[in-house]
């Protein structure tokens, strides 16, 4: 819902910062393997009970995603480089939850609720793109993405919002993904109907 507007506001310095690691000789593939790196180190200080510096990851992990796109269009985008960024995307979506369930054997079960309603989210967002590349759908509210990039009331913002509110209030985590686990089956509700407007008739 909020990363359209995120994303206008932060396109033009993520472009100067892309394009300054671009004539560096950084590789956007590069920064999106330091991205997954990141995602991992968040899932080893979760697990530890280390809340603060996993928020640290946590973001950095998210700053790698802004900025390889910005060092792609810099460079010459790929697919193989679209490919890794949206499977990097999926796995630290997935890794923060199970970080929280390593932290804490009681918070297992609202994590593993979070990461069925993930599955549902993520699902309904890859199976339309699919469509839509087969269909020749291309048009989207979305600039500069690979593929079809289907909206919803659980995105990337929130979905971080929600992490990060979760670092600063780790005892209040079961609460917050179930709570959130709603609002993600609320988006694959409504994804499954624009998918039937677009290709169920």
Known sequence: ?????????LAPPLDRAGRGLAALGVTANGVTLAGWAASAAAVALLASGAYGAA????????LADGLDGAVARA?????FGAYLDIVGDFLFYA?????????????????????FAFVGTGSTFLAFAILAAKRGVTASKRAAKSFYYLGGLTEGTETIAFF????????????LAYAFSALCWLTTATRIWEAWRAFGR
């Open 75 to 79: 460079q010459e985008p790929s697919d």
């Open 95 to 115: 890794a923060v939850p199970f970080g929280f369930a390593l932290a804490e054997p009681d918070f297992a079960p609202a994590a593993s609720c979070l990461l």
């Open 164 to 175: 990060v509110l979760a670092c600063l209030w780790p005892a209040g985590f079961p609460a």
């Open 55 to 62: 928020l640290a990851a946590i973001l950095a992990s998210r």
């Open 1 to 9: 819902m909020l990363d359209a507007p995120l994303l206008a506001f």
